[in-house]
Nanobody
Framework: QVQLVESGGGSVQAGGSLRLSCWAS????????LGWFRQAPGKEREGVAS????????FYADSVKGRFTISRDNAKNTVYLQMNSLKPEDTALYYC??????????????WGQGTQVTVSS
């Protein structure tokens, strides 16, 4: 059974930083990916970043390139999202997901419950 548990969300002022963590249990597909998605009220869910479990290949949305960094610690079954230079438009519910890769939610089969990130101006 696949379990994804996010943590690390919170409230921060614009320009600040947060680090999200996702503990992923039961998903060890070496060709698979772990990704971060977000959904703001009234908007569609969008891919933020993803990383290959086996090869570490990374994908980033254009809106977060240069500000966010995704990393993984396979020994701890954990993927991280370091978010720097946060902007109010980064405010959303952030989800961790496991799937086949890329930044399309259609490629991901397993989802966490989400952690809220709020950035104030």
């Amino acid at each position: 059974q696949v379990q994804l548990v996010e943590s690390g969300g919170g409230s921060v002022q614009a320009g600040g930083s947060l680090r999200l963590s996702c503990w992923a249990s039961g998903y060890s597909y070496s060709s698979g990916y772990l990704g971060w998605f977000r959904q703001a009220p009234g908007k569609e869910r969008e891919g933020v970043a993803s990383i290959g479990i086996g090869d570490g290949r990374r994908f980033y949305a254009d809106s977060v390139k240069g500000r966010f960094t995704i990393s993984r610690d396979n020994a701890k079954n954990t993927v991280y999202l370091q978010m720097n230079s946060l902007k109010p438009e980064d405010t959303a519910l952030y989800y961790c997901a496991a799937g086949l890769g890329g930044l399309s939610s259609l490629s991901y089969n397993y989802w966490g419950q989400g952690t809220q990130v709020t950035v104030s101006s």
